[in-house]
């Protein structure tokens, strides 16, 4: 199995930016792509960006391309969110996942087989 932390959420000021980070531990050898997801109340959980773990493929919604990059480290088994020019529609719930799907299509939320706990975004002044 495959465990999942995030860390590097907060309060951000619209305009501003931040960065999150999803350690993975356990079975990560079979990693095939890492994602971000987001879920604010109310609402259904949604694709933010991923990235294919052995070339580095990128794909992100739209309501996120040009302001968020996703990049991952292999060696430390790390994937990041960079968020900038956040806006309060942002506010949410963030997940890290992971999938070892061999064929998967990046932003289907059940490509993922592993997920972890969420940290939350707030975008307000």
């Known amino acids: 199995q495959v465990q999942l932390v995030e860390s590097g959420g907060g309060l951000v000021q619209p305009g501003g930016s931040l960065g999150l980070s999803c350690a993975a531990s356990?079975?990560?050898?079979?990693?095939?792509?890492a994602a971000w997801f987001r879920q604010a109340p109310g609402n259904e959980r949604e694709f933010v960006a991923a990235i294919t773990w052995s070339i580095g493929r990128t794909d992100y919604a739209d309501s996120v391309q040009g302001r968020f990059t996703i990049s991952r480290d292999n060696a430390n088994n790390t994937v990041y969110l960079q968020m900038n020019s956040l806006k309060p529609e942002d506010t949410a719930t963030y997940y890290c996942a992971t999938s070892s799907r061999r064929y998967l299509i990046l932003s289907h939320l059940d490509a993922y087989d592993a997920w972890g706990q969420g940290t939350q975004v707030t975008v307000s002044s």
């Open positions: 356990g079975r990560t050898f079979g990693t095939s792509a």
